[in-house]
């Protein structure tokens, strides 16, 4: 990981809920130039069961974000891989990446492969069922009482709802531009 820093591109602003893509402005990432294998990577502190993830690309220098890997992961374990072929369409808009079945994660990791490539993201969203987070065990000895919930009746009109889990939260990215 480098430390060649110049003022800008820091991981953070990729969730701080600013989608606005231009550089200027100070919220897009970016890698060090001559990176190989640039990553950045959000950690969302517990289990959360992710729905979809919205990428949102620069408006300059979109091909810098070009055949990327996301890698959503629980607990060390990649559990669901997505490959984006191309670069990501639709500069100033949200890339919805929607996963065919929903997955508990705790990292979400883009990645693009070869020498001197830059990675920069305006912003990432992991989207999950509200509700959905799921703590770490504890690591004190377990309690022998019995677990009793409450039955909750079920609403005759049922909503689905959806978070943006990454927003604000710890991120990292292999060198800092």
Known sequence: SSDYQSGGGFSDVAVDGNTDGNWNNGSVTATYQSSKDPWWTVDLENGYLIESIAVW????????????????????????????????????????????????????????????????????????????????SPTSSPSIEPSIKPSIEPSSTPTVCFENVALGKQTAQSSDY
């Not at 979109?62 to 990501?88: K, M, N, P, Q």
């Not at 997955?103 to 959905?132: M, N, Y």
């Open 57 to 136: 690309n620069r408006n300059a220098y979109s091909e810098r974000l070009a055949d990327f890997v996301l890698t959503i992961s629980r607990d060390g374990v990649d559990v669901y891989t997505y490959t984006h072929a191309g670069v990501l369409a639709g500069v100033g808009t949200a890339n919805e990446i929607k996963l065919s079945q929903p997955v508990t994660g705790d990292k979400v990791k883009i990645q693009i492969f070869g020498e001197e490539r830059i990675l920069s993201l305006a912003e990432v969203q992991v989207f999950a069922f509200c509700g959905s987070e799921i703590t770490p």
